[in-house]
Nanobody, 125 residues
Framework: QVPLVESGGGLVQPGGSLRLSCAAS????????VGWFRQAPGKEREGVSC????????YYADSVQGRFTISRDNAKNKVYLQMNSLKPEDTAVYYC??????????????????WGQGTQVTVSS
């Protein structure tokens, strides 16, 4: 098991920024590909971004490309999602996930085995 905890969500105005954190306890997160997903009410879970464990390759959904940045801090055993130029359509619960085979060609939820509980992001004026 890899317990994951997300933090950093909240209410922000359109055009604003938030940084989400994904922390792991008991397991080095740098061993795992890590993905960020989001789910809005009434919608399916969507892959947002991921970062590989091998060479640090990253992937982004078209809807967030150029606005979101995923990164690792191995010393702190965390993965971050920096979200800039936020839009109302970014409103969702955001989840981080870790897996053994993820982030090889996209951001797919079935590639991840361990999930956090989620953090709410609301973009509204």
């Amino acid at each position: 098991q890899v317990p994951l905890v997300e933090s950093g969500g909240g209410l922000v105005q359109p055009g604003g920024s938030l940084r989400l954190s994904c922390a792991a306890s008991g397991s080095p997160l740098n061993y795992f590909p890590v993905g960020w997903f989001r789910q809005a009410p009434g919608k399916e879970r969507e892959g947002v971004s991921c970062i590989s464990s091998s060479d640090g390759s990253t992937y982004y959904a078209d809807s967030v490309q150029g606005r979101f940045t995923i990164s690792r801090d191995n010393a702190k055993n965390k993965v971050y999602l920096q979200m800039n130029s936020l839009k109302p359509e970014d409103t969702a619960v955001y989840y981080c996930a870790a897996g053994f085979d993820g982030c090889s060609g996209g951001v797919y939820p079935w590639e991840y085995d361990y999930w956090g509980q989620g953090t709410q992001v609301t973009v509204s004026s």
